[in-house]
Structure formats: structure tokens, C-alpha cells
């Protein structure tokens, strides 16, 4: 059970591990969603995947139904493995398969449990994050834990570059997980929950009050979508990557080496996204937009 291109990993691990005692004998998946300038219905990366594979897809617009109950149950599934799956299973459908649940969350619970644990770990300034096998529960992400990996976040991840690695190391252990026979349940301990909330909007201008360091690990946290920004000359400009430097000057004025000062330090511009224009690296924009040093940006 999953939709975006992050769980197509894990589907290929799982349809990797098929044999005589394992196969898939379904996959659910959210419906076809318009995308694109023609509003065309397209369907998620996994329906497509598990197209190609030759594997039966269901795409129910709500699982409270009675028919969509009747119709899991007659799978007989042995386990179900969910990976942003976008929907939330109802106790019924959790006590279906006969050894449960299992789910793969992007973060080393019980830190950052919810909507966006990648997001939140790099805006965090998190080290390490992982990914977690769970066994699923009511809760939300408080099932008890049966694997995990653990990676290194990088300096200069972003959100997608972290993604991608996730959702690899996500198919991986998954793989592990299906061939273990030694899994212990783990009960996620009671100290250290955080809870990664979707993103909004509002969080995405950037605030150079605090230090470049900070908006540093905000900016690729926010990276590439929705993109952080600010304001030049009156108009939005994303900031896609930026670099931290040792400076001392006014807050939110233009530096002589066309950094911006923040609170603690200056970020340096490296890409950046102007509105309606396409990305382009720091030093074109200041040479295009006409920023010069000591020039106070819009807060």
C-alpha cells in the first residue's frame, strides 16, 4: 500500500523478494490525480510500477466502505506493507492480515512521528535520521518498531536529496525485514517523541533574525518544494541553496560579497529561483535584479 514515487522502492524490494512463500497479491494505491498544466488524470508512481509488473491494483476513494472491507478480506493477506500510502487504515483493515501491518516510516521514531519527517529533520539540524519498520498500531506512528537503519545526514542534503536516500534504504529494509526470522518488536520508548507537522506555508519565508546556520538547514529543508524565500525589490525570490558564512553586519542588508547578514552570520546565495523565472545561481540574480551592498531587503 503506497502512492508516491518514495515507496516505489519498496514495492520493487518486496516484488524482489517474491517465491514459493512470499508473493504480492495486490497493491493499493490512491486514485488517478489531475497533475500538470492539461489537469490530466495520472496515475501514482506505484499504480504504474505494479502496471508493469503485472500486479492487480485497487484505488479506493475511501475504505470506511463495506465492499472495500470484503474485498481486502478476500485477498487473505498473510501481512500488508505500507509506505505513504496517503490514507489512514481503519482497525478493521489493521486486523486483516494475519501478521498485521507493518509500515515503513522516513525517521528514527519515536523522533518525528507524522506528515513530514524528512522535512523536519533537516530543518531540525538533525545529524542522523532512517528509516523505521513498524508494526502498525491506532496511533499515530506509535506502533512498535522491528527494524531499523540509520544514516548520516549529509551538509549539504536537501529534502530531496534526502528523500531519495530514504526511500531507497526504506526498499532495503523492508527486504531484510520480510526475510528475517529473528524480528523482535521493539515498544518505541516515552522520552524523545516529536511529532513532524506538515509543513506550512507561513514557515517558508525566511527570517533573518535568526543565524545563517539555522536558515541554512531551513532552506534545504524546505528544498526543493515548497522553497524558502524572500523578498528583493518587491518580488519573491526562492532560495534553493545557500551557504553559511562568518560575517558580521545588519540584519537583512546586502553584503559587498552579495551574501545576505542574518542575525548570527550571512548566507551566501548559491541558487536561487526568482518569481516566474527559472533557477539560476546567486551571483547572475544580484547581477540581474540590480542588489547592491548595504541595500535593505524586505522583511
Known amino acids: 500500500m503506497g502512492t508516491p514515487d518514495f515507496a516505489v522502492p519498496a514495492f520493487e524490494a518486496l516484488r524482489a523478494a517474491t517465491n514459493d512463500a512470499y508473493n504480492i497479491?495486490?497493491?493499493?494505491?490512491?486514485?488517478?490525480?489531475?497533475?500538470?498544466?492539461?489537469?490530466?488524470?495520472?496515475k501514482s508512481p506505484v499504480?504504474?510500477?505494479?502496471?508493469?509488473?503485472?500486479?492487480?491494483?485497487?484505488t479506493p476513494?475511501?475504505?470506511?466502505?463495506?465492499?472495500?472491507?470484503?474485498?481486502?478480506?478476500?485477498?487473505?493477506?498473510?501481512?500488508?506493507v505500507v509506505v505513504a500510502y496517503g490514507m489512514i487504515l481503519p482497525q478493521d483493515w489493521l486486523d486483516t492480515p494475519t501478521q498485521g501491518c507493518w509500515n515503513i516510516h522516513a525517521s528514527l521514531l519515536p523522533r518525528w512521528r507524522g506528515a513530514a519527517p524528512i522535512q523536519r529533520a533537516l530543518m531540525a539540524g538533525d545529524a542522523e535520521t532512517g528509516v523505521a519498520i513498524m508494526q502498525m498500531a491506532a496511533g499515530l506512528d506509535t506502533g512498535p518498531v522491528l527494524l531499523e537503519?540509520?544514516?548520516?545526514?549529509?551538509?549539504?542534503?536537501?529534502?530531496?536529496?534526502?528523500?531519495?536516500?530514504?526511500?531507497?534504504l526504506g526498499g532495503a529494509a523492508i527486504g531484510e525485514a520480510l526475510m528475517a526470522d529473528d524480528l523482535v518488536p521493539h515498544e518505541q520508548p516515552q522520552d524523545g517523541v516529536t511529532y513532524a507537522e506538515k509543513i506550512d506555508k507561513a514557515e517558508a519565508k525566511i527570517d533573518f533574525s535568526r543565524s545563517a546556520t539555522t536558515l541554512d538547514a531551513h532552506i534545504r529543508g524546505l528544498s526543493p518544494f515548497p522553497g524558502a524565500w524572500f523578498e528583493a525589490n518587491g518580488k519573491r525570490v526562492k532560495v534553493l541553496a545557500a551557504k553559511p558564512i562568518a560575517a558580521n553586519g545588519t540584519m537583512a542588508t546586502?553584503?559587498?560579497?552579495?551574501?545576505?547578514?542574518?542575525?548570527?552570520?550571512?548566507?551566501?546565495?548559491?541558487?536561487?529561483q526568482p518569481a516566474g523565472k527559472g533557477a539560476m545561481t546567486g551571483a547572475d540574480f544580484l547581477r540581474g535584479r540590480g542588489l547592491v551592498p548595504a541595500q535593505k531587503l524586505d522583511t
Open 61 to 80: 476513494t475511501r475504505l470506511k466502505d463495506k465492499d472495500e472491507l470484503e474485498r481486502f478480506h478476500a485477498l487473505q493477506p498473510d501481512l500488508a
Open 25 to 42: 497479491v495486490a497493491v493499493y494505491t490512491r486514485p488517478p490525480a489531475k497533475q500538470g498544466r492539461g489537469l490530466q488524470l495520472t
Open 149 to 168: 537503519k540509520r544514516i548520516a545526514i549529509a551538509a549539504d542534503d536537501t529534502a530531496q536529496s534526502l528523500h531519495d536516500k530514504l526511500a531507497l
Open 47 to 58: 499504480h504504474q510500477a505494479a502496471e508493469a509488473a503485472g500486479i492487480q491494483v485497487f
Open 254 to 272: 546586502v553584503a559587498e560579497s552579495g551574501a545576505i547578514y542574518c542575525g548570527e552570520g550571512a548566507l551566501q546565495l548559491v541558487t536561487v
